[in-house]
Antibody, heavy 126, light 108 residues
């Protein structure tokens, strides 16, 4: 059973960089075909995709956050990480890591998140 | 458009059938997946692909699709089905992920 666990500071000061790590257990982050993803949820709001890193290192970022995001992977530790720079109070949210899978078979194509971390609340405040 | 649109709220009487819909251009290319989130909990995948349920998801959950609209149907809704439901897809180009705004399901 794959498990994901977010870790990192729960409080970040405005203008600083938010850094989170997701540790994957029960499976290798090098396994083919997966998109290792970050998603956030502002208090009382819906889910917002931040970005992902494909197992071969290719990244995709939410256009609205692209200038402030960096996602990387450390295969030796079976972890992937998020850095979000120049944070403001608007970045206060629960941050989730998740495993995404994308397939296309004949006429059926789909993308889905099959495993999620529990989420970690990050508050931006001085 | 690169958005997925859901009705904000839906209610259903206990034991009845309810359909939650999701609309978006990307759904002409890819099937939606459906995610359930209960208060204070992490999201959980309930339907993916044409109509696939992960292990442990009750068979009262089913999915369907037509054109640019995907639907999640709960046949015989239970009290424990209350929560927020999000549809999800990759965009048509495959380089971004989309979430619907979420539908809050109330079981009366």
């Amino acid at each position: 059973q794959v498990q994901l666990q977010e870790s990192g500071p729960g409080l970040v000061k405005p203008s600083q960089t938010l850094s989170l790590t997701c540790t994957v257990s029960g499976g290798s982050i090098n396994s083919g075909g997966y998109y290792w993803s970050w998603i956030r949820q502002h208090p009382g709001k819906g889910l917002e995709w931040i970005g992902d890193i494909y197992y071969r290192g290719r990244t995709h970022y939410n256009p609205s956050l692209r200038s402030r995001i960096s996602i990387s992977v450390d295969t030796s530790k079976n972890q992937f990480s998020l850095k979000l720079s120049s944070v403001t109070a608007a970045d206060t949210a629960v941050y989730y890591c998740a495993r995404g899978f994308f397939y296309m078979i004949i006429d059926e194509g789909a993308y889905y998140f099959d495993y999620w971390g529990r989420g970690t609340l990050v508050t931006v405040s001085s | 458009s690169s958005e997925l649109t859901q009705d904000p709220t839906v209610s259903v009487a206990l034991g009845q059938t309810v359909r939650i819909t999701c609309r978006g251009d990307s759904l002409r290319t890819y099937y939606a997946s459906w995610i359930q989130q209960k208060p204070g909990q992490a999201p959980v995948l309930v339907i993916y692909g044409k109509n696939n349920r992960p292990s442990g998801i009750p068979d009262r959950f089913s999915g369907s699709s037509s054109g640019n609209t995907a639907s999640l149907t709960i046949t015989g809704a239970q009290a424990e089905d209350e929560g927020d439901y999000y549809c999800n897809s990759r965009n048509s180009s495959g380089n971004h992920v989309l979430f619907g705004g979420g539908t809050k399901l109330t079981v009366l």
